[in-house]
C-alpha cells in the first residue's frame, strides 16, 4: 500500500506485468506534452507517447524504460500504465533500432499521405526514434 509520500504503480504490457509497487514520482510523456505524477495527484486519463518511463523509486534510485504508446490512468492515489513495449534500456539493440527507422521511412515514401499505412509507419518511426534516444544514440 502506498505510503503519504508515494503513490502505487502498475506498468502493464501485452506481454505482461513490468513493474508493480510504490514510486515517489511516475514521469513519462503525454499526447500533449512530458508529465510527472506525484502521491495525491488528481485523476487522469492521458495518451501515451513513445518516450522515456521514469519511476523514482524511495531511496533516490530510478528505474527507466523504453517505453511504446498506450494509456496512461492516474486515480486514488495508483497510476497504471498500458503501454504497447516496455524495455530496459540495456536491452535496446540499436541497430535493429536503426533498421526500424529505416524501415518505416521506406513506408512512407511509398504511402499515401494521410491513409492508415502512413500513419502506422510515422507511429512506427516515432517509436524506434524514441527508444534510441533511451538507448543513447547521439543521432536519434
Known amino acids: 500500500m502506498a505510503g503519504e509520500n508515494t503513490l502505487h504503480a502498475k506498468v502493464l504490457t501485452p506481454e505482461g506485468e513490468v513493474f508493480d509497487g510504490d514510486v ?3 514521469s513519462t510523456r503525454t499526447a ?3 508529465i510527472g505524477i506525484l502521491a495525491n495527484h488528481v485523476p487522469v486519463l492521458a495518451r ?3 518516450t522515456e518511463l521514469r519511476l523514482h523509486m524511495p531511496g533516490g534510485e530510478i528505474q527507466r524504460w523504453a517505453q511504446a504508446e498506450g494509456w496512461l490512468q492516474v486515480f486514488a492515489n495508483s497510476a497504471t500504465v498500458l503501454v504497447g513495449e516496455a524495455i530496459p534500456p540495456d536491452r535496446l539493440d540499436q541497430a535493429a533500432l536503426r533498421e526500424r527507422v529505416d524501415d518505416a521511412e521506406r513506408r512512407l515514401g511509398e504511402s499515401e499521405e494521410g491513409s492508415g ?3 502506422q509507419a ?4 516515432d517509436r524506434a526514434e524514441a527508444f534510441l534516444r533511451v538507448a543513447g544514440a547521439t543521432d536519434a
Open 32 to 34: 500533449v506534452g512530458e
Open 48 to 50: 501515451l507517447r513513445p
Open 117 to 119: 499505412a502512413y500513419g
Open 24 to 26: 515517489e514520482q511516475l
Open 122 to 125: 510515422e507511429r512506427d518511426r
